[in-house]
């Protein structure tokens, strides 16, 4: 509760300190027009009062309704404040550079406004129909001691829908499902976060997951979001009920749970295994994954699942495993792709992030996914679908 009422005070106070400093910075501009003023410092307050009464009421909720509503509210606010910022950034960045030019300072300024304007629409088209406007992120991997009846062994890979988050009136999942089958996959793996918390997050979208079609199956691991962990529970049998409903309810959809165990898979004359690992992430992220356990009995080439990369460095490397899958990341759900260039705040915290990594003969290919959490979308890095395709 004191951590709830510190992180609220902490967010007034960065807010009211963004309008204050945005204020002083273009108080000529603001100040010209009344009306001008009066939305701008109304603004301020309609902010206060929703995170106050976010604060009031989210004790109060316990259940999957309540992820739409507050992410909406979030993104209400990122719209009004990320470019707020980013002016204010760049005013400071003019300022210093007027000491020494004029028109050096004019041009950042015209930069820092188209650039704001930018973002604002990118903000807006990824909060709307930029959610589901998934990009096909298709990737050839070369494996030397791939038997030779899986060369050209197509996987689709899923990760991070967070159905919690989309509610009941979402196209993105039925639209997820055409394209995922238009591929003609021979797998479906699906590295972890099918949910934010609840297992009825899932209950309007298990027939149309059914759907989901793949010569070979169907298979998918537990994220840390998965296990309810991040929920208050009357009681561990509560919680632990949600589980198995989880579970359940990741069978009617047609999944296989891999939960730190593993698979052989045949193709013709020749086999490989699949193995799948429980979440395992670096502290505050749960550590359920034994990947001892998941490999076990794995003598010949091994397609490993672990939801988070972190556990690629950290144990991964150095074994048996040539290829492993992984999600969790987002990419943050922002960032900007241009050609092969990308940025995303992700690489600061996550060095493999988004994408294919290699060291030394073992490769990870990191999803960024297609769902989303926190912030209702994404912006300017597009929701993935991703193909692999075994050479």
């Known amino acids: 509760m004191r951590s709830g009422l510190l992180i609220t005070l902490t967010g007034l ?12 910075f273009f108080r000529k501009s603001i100040k010209r027009y009344k009306f001008v003023k009066f939305c701008f410092w109304s603004i301020t307050a309609l902010t206060f009062i929703a995170i106050i009464a976010l604060n009031i009421i989210m004790p109060k909720l316990n ?18 404040y990320a470019p707020k910022i980013f002016l204010v950034l760049f005013k400071i960045i003019s300022s210093i550079i007027s000491i020494f030019t004029k028109v050096g300072a004019i041009v950042v300024n015209y930069i820092s406004f188209s650039l704001s304007i930018l973002l604002l629409f990118a903000m807006i088209y990824g909060f709307t129909l930029g959610r589901y406007d998934y990009v096909i992120n298709t990737t050839n991997i070369e494996l030397p001691n791939l038997p030779s009846s899986f060369k050209n062994f197509k996987i689709v890979q899923l990760s991070d829908l967070h159905l919690g988050s989309v509610g009941t009136n979402y196209p993105g999942i039925a639209k997820l499902v055409e394209m995922t089958n238009a591929q003609n996959p021979d797998l479906i793996l699906f590295t972890g976060d099918m949910i934010n918390n609840f297992a009825s997050e899932m209950d309007n979208w298990i027939e149309v997951l059914s759907k989901l079609k793949a010569k070979y199956g169907k298979y998918a691991i537990t994220g840390n979001h998965d296990y309810g962990d991040y929920s208050r529970w ?23 749970m891999l939960n730190n165990t593993n698979t052989i898979l045949s193709v013709g004359t020749d086999s490989i295994y699949l193995a799948g690992v429980e979440n395992w992430g670096k502290p505050p992220f749960p550590q359920y994954g034994k990947l001892d356990k998941a490999i076990e009995g794995c003598d010949k080439f091994t397609i490993l699942m672990s939801h988070d990369p972190s556990q690629w460095k950290a144990q991964i490397i150095g074994k048996n495993l040539p290829l492993t899958l ?39 290919y990191v999803s960024r996914g297609q769902g989303y959490i926190g912030i209702p979308g994404r912006i300017g890095l597009r929701p993935e679908l991703t193909v692999l395709i075994l050479k």
């Open 13 to 24: 106070f960065v807010i009211l300190l963004i309008d204050i400093i945005t204020y002083l």
């Open 326 to 364: 992984s999600g969790h990341t987002h990419a943050m759900q922002m960032g900007i792709k241009l050609w092969d260039w990308e940025w995303s705040p992700a690489k600061y915290i996550y060095p493999e992030y988004d994408g294919l990594y290699k060291k030394n003969n073992q490769y990870l």
């Open 234 to 256: 009357e009681s561990l049998v509560d919680k632990r009920k949600n589980m198995r409903q989880y579970y359940k309810n990741m069978k009617s959809a047609g999944f296989i």
């Open 63 to 80: 259940g999957p309704e309540i992820y739409p509503p507050i992410e909406v509210l979030l993104g209400i606010i990122s719209i009004f």
